[in-house]
């Protein structure tokens, strides 16, 4: 059955250090989603891409990065981890009018 | 004006009665909309399309009216299971999905 996965499940980083959160889908979906979702703040679109090489920026994006060099993977790097950014991270894949499916999560925790 | 805004709740309904909730979205142009159920900040799973003419999956009807840019869930005779966070999406025409902050549901015996 194909899904989507995501790894880590939890990670615990230290501030000003690179994290990169992995999601891999086998929908063979061309457009792929990275959300945060914090207490209060429901989901948050970071980054999104509707295919290979393709990269968009979503309402917070600050302090995150994405590459798409394959239709399966898109990784999720925070370039220096600070506290504001432990959360739950929830990455989705969707084909063009349908819903999205969602991997299981990754939580980030900061110290 | 938030693209996609929902009651944050929490309803708190007893078991076997009906609830609804609204859901309405600021751009004329979105193409598809959905509901989602989340439980404790598992992720969210699809619960149902929205479509114009109305649709109804067991005891949940959804409904969506372009007119007036909301759509609608109701869950009839409520049980114990339905206790969740009921979130709103919306995909535009550039396929981007927003999601509501979501309405929490709380069941109870």
């Known amino acids: 059955d194909a899904e989507i996965t995501q790894s880590p499940r939890h990670k615990i980083t230290e501030t000003g250090r690179q994290v990169t959160l992995a999601c891999h889908q086998t929908?063979?979906?061309?457009?792929m989603f990275w959300y945060r979702q914090d207490l209060g703040h429901g989901l948050r679109l970071i980054h999104y891409s509707y295919g290979v090489q393709d990269t968009n920026k979503g309402e917070v994006s600050d302090g995150y990065s994405v590459s798409r060099s394959n239709t399966e993977d898109l990784p999720l790097t925070l370039e220096s981890a600070a506290s504001s950014q432990t959360s739950v991270y929830f990455c989705?894949?969707?084909?063009?009018?349908?819903?999205?499916?969602f991997g299981q999560g990754t939580r980030l925790t900061v110290v | 004006r938030k693209e996609v805004e929902q009651d944050p709740g929490p309803f708190n309904v007893p078991e076997g009665a009906t609830v609804a909730f609204n859901c309405t979205y600021s751009n004329s142009a979105s193409q598809s909309f959905f509901w989602y159920r989340q439980d404790c900040r598992k992720e969210p799973k699809l619960l149902m399309s929205v479509y114009s003419s109305g649709n109804e999956d067991g005891r949940f009807t959804a409904q969506l009216n372009r007119a007036s840019q909301y759509i609608s869930l109701l869950i009839r005779d409520s049980k114990l299971s339905d206790s969740a966070t009921y979130l709103c999406?919306?995909?535009?025409?550039?396929?981007?999905?927003?999601f509501g902050k979501g309405t929490r549901l709380h069941i109870l015996p």
């Open positions: 989705a894949s969707s084909s063009p009018g349908q819903g999205a499916f």
């Open positions: 929908w063979n979906h061309n457009n």
């Open positions: 999406v919306v995909n535009g025409r550039d396929d981007k999905i927003i």
